[in-house]
Structures are given as structure tokens and as C-alpha cells.
């Protein structure tokens, strides 16, 4: 391991052999990740569902046990405090797998305020991420035919070597994968040896979670492309706002009057000139002449394009695809044009 970042208060891998190495390991075999910084935020009790629901933007009434939603957690304004997976893994038992900023004391301020029945705590849980094409066949070798076979956003509780771990069909990778949610912080060496040992027929390798491949599959990084300034409608993310759900949420009456005015702003895909770049150390300011529009979030030099790609959030009227505009770093000005994104959809099954 070459590097480190900081994540959620916690020192996390943040490069093996480097990004583009680790990209097309990504794409063409399998990689382990080491991504225990995705805390959890667990709610159970008899207002489990009372609390969740009003913390979340989606309709948690329609997510049954055993599944998985991408959702948003806002504050009252409407802006962003939290892009999580919501997983349901047993009827009164919710876990919110964080990004990266503190929701725990969030949640259980919201509880006590609400005089809520609910636990709200952090639980012992350990995320592993194994991404990639040949993640399948790994998996069904560890745990078996059947939680290999999960659904895409679904999980499931399942038992090796007398140690219970819950599985899911998810990731940050936009390949196939999965997340494998280790429940005794002691046993993580244990697991990431079993697991690296079952995919070497695999060509396995460590790996950190990757830009480039996260940016050619359209997945937002919080806290780079969205904050609490930013919210789910100018992100083009409104149709996991579920303002017709029976519960209230918070942000709902703030959101429902971003939706009926429309937002002034929106997230678009971009493809840029100059070198090859493997990331942004700050947001760049992105110009139409000399009128600035907007500002670039995120870039990383795509292998399958050739290109840098990245994520602009500009003024509505720059927006639409194909729009020509400059973005400056470091005082050069480099061309830019618009595009929608994802530029390669998700993979969910391997081989598509």
C-alpha cells in the first residue's frame, strides 16, 4: 500500500499500485477493497421504521428485508448531509452505510426530538468490497451458490467459519460486486486473507475504491461532487425524492419547492482537454468566455475513453449535451463539453 486518506475519522488505503493499475484490475478481473470507513448507522426497535423514513428521501415503505436503496439524508433546507445505501437486513432493523460525514448524532438527536422508540447506534460492522467481473464465481466459491446469486440491491445474512456476516449485491465500483459486512471488527484479517487466498484463480488484487471507474459510471462522491449546499434535484438525482411517500422526511417541504420551481443549477458529465489528470485537489471554476458558470467537481483520465472525464455542476442554461465551455486550473484555461452521464452504465450482471 503506497497511500492513505482519511475517511469518515478513520485512516482508509487510498492507493496499492496506483489508480490506473488498480482500474484495470477493476475492469477486467477482481479486486478486494478495504472500506471498514463506510460506518454504519443502525436504527432498530418498535420505531425503526418511524425514524428511518423521516430521515431518508425515499419511500422506505416499499423496501422490504433483505433489500438495498441508494437514498439521500437532508437537512431541513433540502441540501445534502449524506448520500447512504439504506439496507434492510431484518424487519425492525435498518443500517444506514455512510459516506463520508457523521449521521449518527444526526439521527439520534431526530429520535429524542420526536420522542422516537428507536436505538439508534453504530454497530460493529465492517465493510469489504469485492469488485469486479470475476467477483461472482469468487463469491459462490466463499459463500455459495445463493448469495452469489443476490439480486442487485438486495442482501442477506449468511455464516462462514461460525462467524454471521450479511452480504449484498452493491458497490461503489459501477463493475459487479458485492459488499460483505464483516459483524466482529477482531475477525477482519481473518476475512480479507480468506478472501484474497479464494481469489488468486482469480487474479485478484488489493485495490481502493477507484475514481476513474466511479466517475465513468456516473456515481457521485460525497463530499466532492455534493455537500449540504447542494441538493438531490440539482444533481439530476430527483426521482429518489419520493415526495408522494406517506411519511414526511426531513427537507420534504423545502424539496417539494425546489421541484415545482425547478432548480437553477445541475450536475452534467464533461469531457476535458489538456493531460491526463487522476483527480482534483479542489472544485476548478468552469467559464463560458468570461461569465463563470459553475464549477468542476470531480475529473479522472479514463483509459477507455482516452480522455478526461468529470462531473461540472453549471448554471441550467450550460447543462444540455454538447454545450462548449473552458474549465481553469492553475490559471490555464483547458476546453470542455458536456455530456450526460453515466458514460458506461453500471454493470449488474457479469459479462454485460
Known amino acids: 500500500m503506497s497511500g492513505v486518506t482519511v475517511y469518515n475519522r ?10 490506473l493499475e488498480e482500474y484495470r ?11 471498514a470507513v463506510q460506518r454504519q448507522v443502525e436504527i432498530r426497535g418498535r420505531d425503526a421504521f418511524a425514524l428511518t423514513q423521516y430521515l431518508c428521501t425515499r419511500d422506505v415503505s416499499r423496501v422490504a428485508v433483505g433489500q438495498c436503496r441508494y437514498t439521500f439524508v437532508c437537512n431541513y433546507e433540502g441540501g445534502i ?14 443500517w444506514l452505510s455512510l459516506a463520508d460525514r457523521d449521521i449518527l448524532l444526526w439521527a439520534q438527536a431526530i429520535a429524542a426530538e420526536r420522542a422516537l422508540d428507536a436505538v439508534v447506534r453504530e454497530p460493529d ?5 469485492v469488485q469486479g467481473p470475476r467477483s461472482k464465481p469468487l463469491i459462490a466459491d466463499v459463500f455459495g451458490e ?8 438486495r442482501c442477506a445474512w449468511t455464516v462462514l467459519d461460525e462467524l454471521e456476516l450479511l452480504v449484498s449485491r452493491t458497490g461503489w465500483s459501477g463493475e459487479f460486486g458485492y459488499e460483505v459486512f464483516l459483524t466482529d471488527a477482531t475477525r477482519a484479517s481473518w476475512l480479507w486473507n480468506r478472501l484474497l487466498e479464494a481469489g488468486r484463480p482469480y487474479n485478484i488484487k488489493p485495490a481502493a475504491p477507484n475514481q476513474v471507474r466511479r466517475i465513468e459510471g456516473g456515481i457521485l462522491s460525497y463530499g ?15 426521482r429518489i425524492v419520493d415526495l408522494d411517500a406517506e411519511g414526511d422526511f426531513v427537507g420534504r417541504a423545502a424539496l417539494a419547492a425546489v421541484a415545482e420551481r425547478r432548480p437553477e443549477r445541475l450536475m452534467t458529465g464533461v469531457r476535458i482537454g489538456g493531460p491526463p489528470r487522476l483527480g482534483n485537489p479542489t472544485h476548478y471554476p468552469v467559464y463560458d468566455g468570461d461569465a463563470r458558470v459553475g464549477r468542476l467537481t470531480s475529473v479522472a483520465y479514463s483509459p477507455r475513453f482516452g480522455a478526461n472525464l468529470g462531473f461540472v455542476l453549471v448554471e441550467v442554461a450550460y447543462a444540455g449535451t454538447g454545450t462548449e465551455l473552458e474549465v481553469v486550473i492553475d490559471g490555464d484555461r483547458f476546453p470542455a463539453v458536456t455530456e450526460p452521464f453515466p458514460f458506461v452504465e453500471r454493470i449488474t450482471e457479469p459479462g454485460s
Open 125 to 129: 460492522v465492517s465493510p469489504i468490497q
Open 224 to 238: 466532492t461532487d455534493m455537500d449540504d449546499s447542494v441538493n438531490p434535484y440539482e444533481l439530476g438525482f430527483g
Open 10 to 19: 478513520m485512516v482508509m488505503p487510498g492507493i496499492y499500485e496506483g489508480m
Open 81 to 94: 448531509l449524506n448520500d447512504p445505501v439504506l439496507l434492510r437486513p431484518d424487519g425492525d432493523r435498518y
Open 25 to 35: 484490475a477493476l475492469v477486467e478481473d477482481v479486486t478486494l477493497w478495504d472500506v
Open 146 to 153: 445463493a448469495i452469489a446469486g443476490l439480486p442487485y440491491y
